[in-house]
């Protein structure tokens, strides 16, 4: 869920728990109401914190993840891969090329293909693969951003 459903989301409990509290519990309305917020926002912080716990358990057991991963650009295309995937493609392969703030994303017709994170590239070598991009990826790097941070 995007942060911002969660927040409406969590207005909409509160709202709720406010009639409820009114509606059954009217000799004892601000009470029943602090201890309705409390234990909303009680499940929200243990939904959050065990969502967290699963993800940092999930990214320990991924082995792929832990691997040292390569990405290697050539005027013949890209050949990226790790201890057990080897995947070359040729620069015909790709429809484009993007950049998002995280990573510059090579996009096959299918929708997979190849990402390299920025986080990393330093500056020479995140130059090198804009410049790369621009000489050999079919659309010649339209999908850069103009903006460089």
Known sequence: MPPSRFALVL??????????????????????FIIGILAVAATA???HAEGRRRLRALRRAD??????????LSAEGVHTGCSHIDARYNWSDFTRTVETQEFYLFIRPTGAGAAVPKRVLDEPSEAQLRECIV??????GAGLARIVR
Do not use: C, N
């Open 135 to 140: 000489q050999w990826s079919p659309d010649r």
């Open 11 to 32: 207005v909409a409990l509160y709202a709720l728990v406010m009639v409820a509290a009114f509606t059954f519990a009217s000799a004892t309305v601000t009470t029943t």
């Open 63 to 72: 082995a792929h993840e832990l691997e040292p991963h390569f990405v290697e």
């Open 45 to 47: 912080i243990g939904l």
